[in-house]
């Protein structure tokens, strides 16, 4: 049944104002891009051919450091609960309850349980989608026209047979270092202005994960060439988090998803 404009409106202002709500709890602004990556000691170091896929197992306490080491590429991300595979990474989740599609530094991402996956400890371009999702046969059949080519949607379908999952264990990917605006007409464009190339970004796990990557373009990347560039991903121990960690206090949501993860791992 179609809805009125009124009704459409008065949604509208009614979210508006729950939002308006929720966000005066925040107890921190979220920092600027990091200039430069901080040094680190890697516990292990991948680096993943342009238009290929890797998984690794990240403990808790563990980060992943994904970086632009050989120019311009887009990462797919999907992360499981390693204990419990059934819990995974949600997108829609993970923008409902920050009131935001930016993920940035200081953000988290949440599970389909309302937990924290992995946070945000250090960004240089704050460019990732969270709307649109990978690659498929067909959207590169489109952008490459006769050129043989992998995309992401095949390689996760991969990652997750590897880990004794399927298809239907696959959640909507991250796409990290993808630069997808919103415009006026809620159509998507892409932004490359907020790329440099030369980007990373840190991801903390807050539990034990499964975590695949797919190193294959956006389906909005109008670059016509395949395939991208190598991605470098470094595993590692960052500092423990303390009681005023960026990502456990910048905002009431997350600090109830912290609670969650508590009350499992006790």
Known sequence: MSRTADQIAA?????????????????????????????????????????WYWWTHLK????????QTAGPSSVA?????????????????????????????GRVLFSDMGRVLLSVIEDSSAAHDVLLGGSTAASNAARYPGQATRNTRDNLVLVAGKLGLTRRDI?????????????DDGSFSWRPDRVSGRDFVD?????????????C??????????????????????????????????SAEAVRGFENNA???V
């Open 11 to 51: 949604d509208r202002a009614g979210y508006e104002a729950h939002q308006k709500k929720a966000l005066e709890f925040a107890s921190k602004a979220l920092p600027p891009p990091s200039p430069v990556a901080p040094p680190i000691t890697p516990l292990h170091t991948e680096v993943v051919p342009g238009g």
């Open 203 to 215: 991801l903390r796990a807050e539990i034990d994960l499964l975590v695949g990557f797919s190193v």
């Open 217 to 250: 373009p956006h389906p909005l990347d109008p670059s016509p060439t395949y395939p991208p560039a190598p991605v470098t991903i470094t595993r590692y121990r960052p500092p423990a988090p303390g009681p005023d960690d960026l990502c456990r206090t910048a």
């Open 60 to 67: 808790r306490g563990e980060a992943v450091r994904v970086a």
């Open 263 to 265: 009350l499992v791992e």
């Open 77 to 105: 991300l999907v992360a499981w609960n390693a204990a419990d595979p059934s819990e995974r990474l949600n997108l829609p989740d993970t923008v409902k309850v920050q009131w935001h599609t930016h993920v940035q530094k």
């Open 171 to 183: 959640p909507m990917a991250l796409t990290l270092f993808a630069p997808v605006a919103v415009d």
